[in-house]
């Protein structure tokens, strides 16, 4: 089965888990969605990921973190589509519920938050946002 967006997929099912207040999803891995999981485990949203590989597929497995019951990820919105790229200079990088939340940039210099970003003074793609 091939996706047209992923990482859309992903944060649909990441969404999905939590509106059934599940502890653990899993979704098809790659590098890209990896790096995304490593940004949300940094700042807190996740508790932890695996990549687990099979003879034909390898999976990630995230799992979800929740506060008094809420989950920890409240909003998770995808920001620059296949059909609409969405590209940002470092010094026009939006600022996330004025500093709560996080945006997550592809940038030449790798997957980052819009933080690191600014302070490294590098542009990119917005893939998503997080509060």
């Not at 008094?68 to 519920?97: H, M, Q, T, Y």
Request: glycine share 8%; hydrophobic share 35%.
């Amino acid at each position: 089965m091939s996706l047209s967006d992923p990482i859309g997929d992903m944060i649909a099912r990441i969404k999905n888990a939590q509106a059934r207040n599940h502890k653990k999803v899993d979704l098809p891995s790659s590098n890209f969605k990896t790096k995304i999981a490593g940004i949300l485990k940094n700042e807190g949203f996740i508790k932890e990921f695996k990549v687990n590989s099979d003879k034909s597929k390898t999976t990630l497995t995230l799992e979800l973190k929740y506060h008094s019951g809420n989950p920890v990820i409240s909003a998770f919105e995808r920001v620059s589509k296949p059909g609409r790229r969405i590209f940002s200079s470092a010094e026009s990088l939006p600022k996330i519920n004025n500093g709560l939340g996080i945006a997550i940039v592809s940038t030449p210099k790798g997957v980052m938050t819009d933080i690191d970003a600014r302070k490294q003074r590098v542009g990119g793609e917005i893939i998503c946002k997080v509060f």
